[in-house]
Each structure stands twice: as structure tokens, then as C-alpha cells.
């Protein structure tokens, strides 16, 4: 266990704790079993470049025990319960939203601590298909491009499920079908950080494929790395070749068009929880890229004539820096966020920036906050059901030779 917590740390995240490759291993142990047992897929763990790999080290855990099985006995009636409701469901995108549930629900019932930070909220399908509709409809009326042409090559750095990447696919597919093949080994990127959804985004992505062509393909432009940490971690032993091969060719990938739904939660719910989002700083190192809240402290806070700039260490915020840089010049940017920076006090700096780099901004404001509004008690005003503000922002960057 230490040396494997030691690789993982020099391969995900040199904060990465030891509780958090314990809940790692439990995470993976979670989803090998309901992908064998619910969606009939037992090779997955053979196939997936990473699972290959922790598969070792459950084997070494549970070595010292009769089988695997009776290593996880006192754990049956969990995944019984979780079986036999997954029996009664034959549609594959049904056995999907039901995975995104238990997904939810794990997180909020065994990891509280990373659900807060991590902000995890499933999207709501009609906002990711307004949003996919949107960045089709930009791409061709701004930069006679589209989302099937070769080249154009999209990024969701905070994958969850996979959700925003499937209906990508489909867009395409209802676009030009035969462009998919194509699009799928070399134009789509996508990260996540968190083990149990980045097994699923693989599956699921993986399975459209086969849905829409009648073949198995892995699906290589999913990359295990934190996005805000990808451009100056080294991966080794444990996830080389095939991950730090991932990462590198997204790395050296011109991207084009960011979506997706980044985490937002300043901090955590309870300032006692010692729960705080990480940092991202290289100042004062050498030869390293500026980290993400170097770059938000040199623009965004540094702009801001308030006292109080707490709120720019949410991830969203952190999300929306690090995607201006991303894209250089031109490109899309497609989030759907916390809306408090629309007239937050601390985001003066922050729209300042927007309004300068970016030439076409479109907010779509769905309101429901309840903490500024008591008369919209519960969740039941809010597109997420969660508490805080909610809009969908659309960032437009176009370079001088893409202007007619």
C-alpha cells in the first residue's frame, strides 16, 4: 500500500493523501463488480488501461484470502440491493442513469468531504444538449467550422459520467455519421480526477461507440489527471505508458472548443471539516507554468477593487482562467457554472477580464439561488437542486485573421 500510494502520488497528485487511495481501491473494487454484474461487461477491468493496474494491487490486497469474493462478503448485501434493482432494467441508457445515480448517491452518502469539494451534480440532459446545439451553431455561423470537421478538436476537462462527450458523439453522428471514427481517435479529449466516475466515463463513452458503429474501440483521449495540475505532473511507473501517452497527445492538441461542467464550491460546507479545495501554485519555481491560482491572482484578483476576493478560489472560477488559456486565440468556451461572478462584488476583476479576452460572451442566467432568495425554499427552484445560483455561459475568442 505505501508504494502504490507513492506512485499514485507522483502520477494523479503529489497532495494525494493515503485515505484517498484507500477510497481509490474501494471505489474501483465498487464499479469492477457493477460492470461485470449489471452491465455484462467483465473484461472492462482487463481492458482499461488503468484498471489493468490497480487490478494488481486488489490482488495483492486480498491474496491472504480465501478468493476475492469472500475478501468482500460482508459488502453483498450493498451490491445485492444494487443488482437487483439494475435486474429490472433492459435499456443500456437507462442502466446509465441509473449508474449516475449510485454514483451521486456514493458520494454524498460515503465520501461527503469529496462531494463537497468536488461539487459532484449530475447535468441535466436539456442543458447539455443546449449547450452541444449552441457550439455547433457558433462554430458554423462564427468560424465556418463544425463539430465533425477534422481538427476541431474538444475538450471536457472535468468528464464526470461522460455525459457531455456522448452527446457530442451524437452530434456528430446526426451531423455526418461517417465522421465519427475519425473524431473519436484523434479530436476528443476529456480528464477526470476521481476514479469511479472516470470508469464510467469510459465505459459509457465506449459503448456509444459501439452503439453508433457496431464495434469495440478503446477510447483513448480519456485521460486519469487533474486537469489543473496536467501541465507540470510526471506520471510514471504506475500509469506508463498508455495514461502519460494520453495526457502528452492532449497536451500537443489544439483545442478548440472547452465544455463541460466544472466543480463549483469555494471551499466546503463546513469550515471545520479541514476539507479545503487544493492549491495551484508554482510561484517562485523556476522554469514551471504559472499555476492556476498564480494566474487567477495575476489577473482576476489583481484587477478587483474589492476587499474580499474569497470567493475567486472556487473551482469554477479557477475553471474558467484555466480555459481562456487553454484555447490561445480563438476557440469556445462552454461551461455551465455558479452564476455568482454575473454581479458577484469580488468578480469585478474577473468580468473585466472576460469582457477583454473574450469577443462574443453569452449567459443564460437560470437563476435559483436560494441563499439570496428564502422565499425559494428547498431545491425544487434550482436546475441542479442545489442552493447556489446556476447559469450557462458560452465565451467566444476569435483571432483577427477570423473576423470577415
Same mark, same amino acid.
Given at each position: 500500500m505505501p508504494h502504490f500510494w507513492e506512485l499514485c502520488k507522483k502520477s494523479i497528485n503529489p497532495n494525494l493523501s493515503a485515505k484517498a487511495v484507500e477510497e481509490m481501491l474501494i471505489q474501483h473494487l465498487l464499479t469492477e463488480r457493477i460492470f461485470r454484474s449489471v452491465f455484462n461487461?467483465?473484461?472492462?477491468?482487463?481492458?482499461?488501461?488503468?484498471?489493468?493496474? /490497480?487490478?494488481?494491487?486488489?490482488? @495483492?490486497?486480498?491474496?491472504?484470502?480465501?478468493?476475492?469474493?469472500?475478501?468482500?462478503?460482508?459488502?453483498?448485501?450493498?451490491?445485492? @440491493?444494487?443488482?437487483?434493482? %439494475?435486474?429490472?432494467?433492459?435499456?443500456?441508457?437507462?442502466?446509465q442513469g441509473f449508474l449516475n445515480t449510485v454514483y451521486e448517491k456514493f458520494f454524498q452518502g460515503f465520501s461527503v468531504k469529496i462531494a463537497d469539494t468536488h461539487g459532484i451534480v449530475y447535468t441535466p440532459q436539456p442543458i447539455v444538449n443546449f449547450m452541444v446545439k449552441s457550439v455547433e451553431d457558433i462554430l458554423q455561423r462564427e468560424f465556418g467550422k463544425s463539430l465533425v470537421d477534422k481538427g476541431v478538436h474538444i475538450l471536457d476537462p472535468f468528464v464526470g459520467t461522460g455525459n457531455f462527450i456522448l452527446r457530442i458523439m451524437q452530434e456528430i453522428v446526426e451531423i455526418k455519421k461517417s465522421a465519427l471514427p475519425y473524431k473519436y481517435e484523434h479530436d476528443l479529449h476529456c480528464n477526470e480526477v476521481m476514479l469511479l466516475p472516470y470508469y464510467i466515463a469510459?465505459?459509457?463513452?465506449?459503448?456509444e461507440y459501439y452503439e453508433q458503429t457496431g464495434g469495440y474501440k478503446s477510447f483513448d483521449g480519456i485521460c486519469l489527471v487533474d486537469t489543473f495540475e496536467d501541465q507540470s505532473i510526471e506520471q510514471l511507473s504506475l500509469f506508463v505508458p498508455e495514461n502519460m501517452k494520453r495526457v502528452e497527445t492532449q497536451r500537443k492538441s489544439d483545442i478548440f472548443v472547452i465544455i463541460g461542467n466544472p466543480p463549483y464550491n469555494v471551499g466546503q460546507l463546513n469550515e471545520n471539516d479541514n476539507n479545503k479545495n487544493r492549491k495551484y501554485t508554482n510561484k517562485g519555481k523556476?522554469?514551471?507554468? %504559472?499555476? /492556476?491560482?498564480?494566474?487567477?491572482? @495575476?489577473?482576476?484578483?489583481? @484587477?478587483?477593487?474589492a476587499t474580499l476576493k474569497n470567493s475567486l478560489s472556487d473551482v469554477y472560477v479557477k475553471a474558467i482562467r484555466w480555459a481562456s488559456d487553454r484555447i490561445g486565440?480563438?476557440?469556445?468556451? %462552454?461551461?455551465?457554472?455558479?452564476?455568482?461572478?454575473?454581479?458577484? /462584488? %469580488?468578480?469585478?476583476?474577473?468580468?473585466?477580464?472576460?469582457?477583454?479576452?473574450?469577443?462574443?460572451i453569452y449567459v443564460f442566467d437560470l437563476?435559483?439561488?436560494?441563499?439570496?432568495?428564502?422565499?425559494?425554499?428547498?431545491?425544487?427552484?434550482?436546475?441542479?437542486?442545489?442552493?447556489?445560483?446556476?447559469?450557462?455561459?458560452?465565451?467566444?475568442?476569435?483571432?483577427?485573421?477570423s473576423f470577415p
Open positions: 461487461n467483465p473484461d472492462f477491468a482487463r481492458k482499461n488501461v488503468i484498471a489493468v493496474e /490497480i487490478e494488481k494491487v486488489i490482488d @495483492a490486497l486480498t491474496s491472504k484470502h480465501f478468493s476475492r469474493s469472500h475478501f468482500l462478503s460482508k459488502l453483498d448485501r450493498f451490491y445485492g @440491493a444494487i443488482e437487483e434493482t %439494475a435486474a429490472t432494467i433492459d435499456d443500456f441508457s437507462q442502466k469510459s465505459m459509457n463513452i465506449e459503448h523556476k522554469g514551471v507554468p %504559472a499555476g /492556476i491560482d498564480d494566474r487567477v491572482a @495575476a489577473t482576476y484578483a489583481k @484587477a478587483s477593487k486565440d480563438e476557440g469556445i468556451v %462552454a461551461f455551465v457554472t455558479n452564476n455568482s461572478f454575473i454581479d458577484g /462584488i %469580488a468578480f469585478d476583476g474577473m468580468r473585466q477580464y472576460l469582457e477583454q479576452e473574450f469577443d462574443q437563476g435559483g439561488n436560494i441563499r439570496k432568495n428564502p422565499k425559494l425554499s428547498g431545491t425544487t427552484h434550482n436546475v441542479f437542486g442545489i442552493q447556489v445560483g446556476v447559469s450557462v455561459n458560452i465565451l467566444v475568442k476569435k483571432s483577427p485573421s
